[in-house]
């Protein structure tokens, strides 16, 4: 039960704003998101501990909503460096020790 | 943050034969996960492998296919066994850096390409 990310994929220009999605269907502790290029490790981008949090790394912010179960990341201002795969892990309430279960994953192509 | 390696970053095996794959950290850390990510697809936990015990294993995944060892709080080891073309994959290691609870970080090695003939 793996939670759903949406859009899929998704192609900007540089300098437009994306909005991605992370939905779960059981109740969450946390939300991680990562990003990953083609033939690297995924690299951490930030953590969602609470609801209605939202946490910020340069252009790139994320929201939490605890009572809907699901994130949402927010690419603004998109930059080249944007491009990638973003995962989507989330750490629910009722498991144990920190395991992850990360959704499919959301394409991003930004083009100049 | 923790830096984390893993050897052999890429593999090409025989089907029925077994390689493993080391992941070392810089630092210690209590919990190691292993990965395995197929192509085009997300990340799947194999096993949970924690110093001084057995690993635990997700469903779908058993110790005869998949041992792991972890000696101490820096190194594991996960051998895919038997091997056929469907554990063609990228095995990644994981650990969570600090145990002050559930809000730990998740860090990930650069993972082991893995392609059976």
């Known amino acids: 039960q793996q939670p759903v990310q949406s859009p899929q994929a998704v192609i900007l220009r540089e300098g437009e704003d994306a909005v991605i999605n992370c939905s779960s269907s059981?109740?969450?502790?946390?939300v991680h998101w990562y990003r990953q290029k083609h033939g690297e490790a995924p690299v951490f981008l930030m953590i969602?501990?609470?609801?209605?949090e939202q946490k910020g790394h340069e252009k790139i912010s994320a929201s939490f909503n605890e009572k809907k179960q699901q994130s949402s990341l927010y690419l603004t201002a998109s930059q080249l460096s944007y491009s990638g795969t973003y995962f989507c892990?989330?750490?629910?309430?009722?498991?144990?020790?920190?395991?992850?279960?990360f959704g499919g994953g959301t394409r991003v192509l930004v083009k100049p | 943050s923790a830096v984390i390696s893993q050897k052999p970053s890429r593999d090409i095996c025989q089907r029925g034969t077994s390689l493993t794959i080391q992941c070392q950290v810089d630092?210690?850390?209590?919990?190691m996960f292993w990965y395995r990510q197929q192509p085009g697809q997300s990340l799947t936990l194999i096993a949970t492998?924690?110093?001084?015990?057995?690993?635990?294993?997700e469903s779908g995944f058993v110790i005869d296919k998949f041992p792991i060892s972890r000696p101490n709080l820096t190194f594991s080891t996960l051998t895919v066994s038997n091997m056929s073309p469907e554990d063609s994959s990228i095995y990644l290691c994981?650990?969570?850096?600090?145990?002050?609870?559930?809000?730990?970080?998740?860090?990930f090695g650069p993972g082991t390409r893995l392609t059976v003939l």
């Open positions: 994981s650990v969570v850096s600090y145990s002050y609870g559930r809000s730990d970080t998740q860090y």
């Open positions: 059981k109740a969450l502790y946390s």
């Open positions: 969602l501990l609470k609801g209605g």
């Open positions: 892990g989330t750490l629910w309430r009722e498991a144990a020790g920190n395991k992850l279960t």
């Open positions: 630092s210690q850390v209590t919990m």
């Open positions: 492998a924690n110093q001084g015990s057995e690993a635990t294993y």
